[in-house]
C-alpha cells in the first residue's frame, strides 16, 4: 500500500470505474438530446457568495471555501445551479426561451461519509428557463426519467416523490404559520422520512410554533395520497388552486407515459433555500439508498442574483448513488475495455508488416495491440484472450510469403487465410465505433 491514500470521500476512477461512469454520462447525454438540451459548463471554483445566502444552510455549512492568493473569498463549486443562474441571467436577453441547458459537472462538499454520500461527485444538471406552466415541470423531471429509463431504471427500480411547496406553504399558512415559520418548518418536514413521525412533531412545535393539535393535523395532511384528497383534507381555498396545478403536472407526466413512476408525497420539500413551486425527489423502489435526484422550481433565483425575473426550474442526479443502484441490479456490462484485434508476430522480421497492418485496421477504426517486444507465440495468443480480443491476427513466415495472414476467430476458434492487401489498405470506416465489424 501506498502511503498516499486519495482524500476521504474522493475517488480514484480506474479503468472499469471510469467506463461505468462513461456509461452513465452517455445515457444522460443521450436523454437530454432528446429533450432538446443544449450542453454548457462553468468554472469549479466561483466566489463564495455565489452561494451563502441562496443555497441553503446545510450546502453552506458542507462548502470547501478558502481565501485565495489574492485575498478573494472562494469555494468549489457544491452545486450548479447559481453559477447556471449568473450564466442564464448574462445573456438572457439574447437567448431564446425557453432555454434548456444541461450541463455534467464534478461538485464538491465537506459531507459526513456515509453510504451514497461522498465529498466529491458528478451531477447530471437538465435545467429549464423561461416557462411557468406546470407542462415545463412535467418535461423536466421527464428527462430525468428517461435518462434513468436508458440505464434500465423503470417503474419497478424507482419513484419520484413529488410535490409543491407553494401547496404546503398554503397549507402551513392554513394553521398560521407565517414568512418566520416557513423555513423551520420545511426544515423538520424534510427529515420526516429520516427522523419519522414523533420527533417531527416536536420540531414542528419546538421550531415553527405550531401547536400539539396542529402539528398533528399536518403530519395527517401530510400523508394523503393524492393533491386532489389533501386539499379536501385542507379544505379548499389556496391548497385547492395548487392541488389541481399538481393533478395537471401528474395527467401530463400521464400523457408522457411516465405517471407508473411518478407518486404524490406532500412531505417532499427539498433541503435548498431557493425553490419556489413543484418539486421532487427520486428513489429507489426499495427505499434503501438516499436519493439518486432532486429538484424543482426555482423562480425568484435569476432575480435574486441580479438577473431578469424569470421562471426556471431543474433538477441534480448524482453518479454515486445511481452507480450503487446499478450495480445492486447487476446491470454491470461485461468485457469493457476488450480490443478488436490482437496481432500476433510469429518472428521478428515480421513485425514492421505488422505495425501496417495494425495502423490501417486503427485508420478502420479497430482498436488493435500487438507485442511490444518479442514474445512466444503461446504467450502471445494468452495475451490476446486476456487482452478479450474479438480476432488474433497471425503473422508467420510461411503465410506472409503467400502473401496472407491467419485470421482467428477468438470465440469460435476458426481460421480463415485474408490477403495482406486488405490487411494493409488503409481505409477510413467513419461508421465504426469500436464495437468490431
Ligand atoms: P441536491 O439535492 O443537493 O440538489 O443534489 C442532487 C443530487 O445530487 C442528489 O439527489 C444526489 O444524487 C446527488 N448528491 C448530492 N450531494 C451528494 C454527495 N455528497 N455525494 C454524492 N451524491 C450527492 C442540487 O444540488 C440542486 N442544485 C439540483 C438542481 C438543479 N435543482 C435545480 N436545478
Redesign the pocket.
Known sequence: MSDFGSLP?FRDFYPEDLERRTRIFAAWREASRRFGFREFDGPPLEPLDLYTGKSGEE?VRQLYAFTDKGGREVALR????PS?ARMVSARAGALRKPIRWFAIPQ?F?Y?RAQR??????F?W???LVGEADVTADAEVIAVALTGLGLLGLGADAIVARVSDRRLLEALLGGLGIGAEGLAAAYAAIDKLEREGADATAERLVEHAGLSAGAAADLLGALGSDTPAALADAAGGGEVAARAADLERYLDTLDALGLRDRVAFDASIV???AY?TGIVF??FDRAGEL???????R?DGLLAQLGGPDLPA??????????GELLADRGAEEGAAGAVDDHIVIVSEEQRPLALRVAAALRVAGRSVTYPLHETGVGRQFKDANAAGAERAVVLGPDEVAEGVAVVKDMRSGAESRVPLEELTRAEENPGADGDGG
Open positions: 470521500g450546502i457544491p452545486e450548479m445551479t447556471f461538485l462538499r459531507e451514497g454520500r461522498l465529498r466529491e461527485h451531477q444538471n437538465v435545467d427539498r433541503g435548498l425553490y425527489e427520486i438516499r436519493a439518486v435526484c432532486g429538484g424543482g426555482y426550474l431543474g433538477f441534480g442526479m448524482g453518479d454515486v448513488v445511481l
